[in-house]
């Protein structure tokens, strides 16, 4: 198919290595002669038409940083009819020939709705959370490192006062993040369920302060757990200082690690080309390979 013009936007929680495959998507558009233009906000700037024309100054110093220069957002407004078609008629109306959309499960619902419009549409898996049906979501493992650095760094002070610490993790319902952060920080102390067991908490928590080894460092998934009552609760059930910690955007954040910018770089090229054949697939890493998947097979659950 001849492909003249293309839109491309980030959508829902920015993850770093977006801004890598903005570029790589910019790269192979220079080189077919194509223009791509971003779609400012996510979804939300399809709705409004506001677009911007993508040029090498508007990602110059910009594609070893995390965020988004397209600006990401969550669209509610999306998710209603009447406003789908109003961004199919926008993207029609200035003759797009195609859709990048860069984000996790809500993303790909959307371009679902958009691709049952008639909309040719590709997605690729950006988000911290590693929660689609790829064995990896660009961003993951920067995030990752960013959590385990910013634990290294609290452990340092836990450890020259002898405290503990209960520190929130993102990844909104996917343990991913959580589980491979505890792996590397190596404690087993993991708040993962909203009914977890508390009296069995207080127990491993006992043991870890006893052995003293090293502080006992509690994760809790997102909302399973109030941070800050868990932290009390624990404070005087264990009778040793435990500090609450939630990281907040630490985690997502920063410099994309050099993985998460070539796994951008190259989807984001791959995704120009995919879109020239009319395929309406994600493009995720499955055994270290980029392949393409039907939406639909794409949903980790
Ligand atoms: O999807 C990425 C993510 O960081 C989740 O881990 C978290 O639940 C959510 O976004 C936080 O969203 P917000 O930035 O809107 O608070």
Do not use: W
Not at 65 to 78: A, N, Q
Not at 121 to 149: E, K, Q
Not at 206 to 227: G, R, Y
């Amino acid at each position: 198919m001849q492909i003249k013009k293309l839109a491309i936007l980030t959508s829902g929680g920015d993850a770093p290595g977006m801004n890598s495959a903005i570029f790589g998507a910019y790269q192979e558009c220079e080189n077919k002669n194509i223009e791509l233009f971003g779609a400012i906000g996510g979804y939300d700037g399809l709705i409004d038409n506001k677009f911007i024309k993508i040029d090498y100054s508007l990602l110059s110093g910009r594609i070893n940083r995390g965020g988004s220069v397209l600006k990401s957002g969550r669209s509610p407004r999306f998710m209603q009819k009447v406003y789908i078609n109003r961004a199919v008629k926008n993207l029609k109306a200035n003759n797009f020939d195609g859709l990048i959309v860069l984000g996790g499960d809500g993303s790909l619902r959307g371009a679902i709705s958009l691709r049952d419009a008639g909309v040719n549409v590709v997605a690729i898996p950006a988000t911290i959370d590693n929660d689609l049906n790829f064995s990896y979501t660009l961003g993951y493992d920067t995030a990752t490192n960013n959590i385990v650095n910013a634990i290294d760094n609290i452990l340092d002070s836990l450890n020259a006062f002898n405290y503990g610490a209960v520190i929130k993790i993102m990844g909104r319902d996917c343990p991913d993040l959580i589980n491979c952060v505890a792996e590397a920080v190596d404690t087993n102390l993991v708040v993962k369920d909203k009914d977890f067991d508390l009296k069995d908490l207080i127990k491993k928590v006992n043991q870890v302060k006893n052995k003293k080894t090293c502080p006992p460092i509690v994760l809790v998934l997102e909302d399973c757990a109030d941070t800050t009552s868990l932290a009390s609760t624990l404070q005087n059930e264990c009778k040793i200082q435990m500090r609450p910690h939630i990281l907040g955007y630490i985690q997502r954040g920063g410099s994309p690690c050099a993985y998460d910018r070539r796994y951008g770089i190259t989807a984001g090229k791959m995704a120009v080309n995919t879109l020239k054949n009319r395929e309406c697939v994600m493009i995720g890493i499955c055994k270290d390979e980029l392949v393409k998947k039907p939406f639909e097979e794409c949903f980790k659950i």
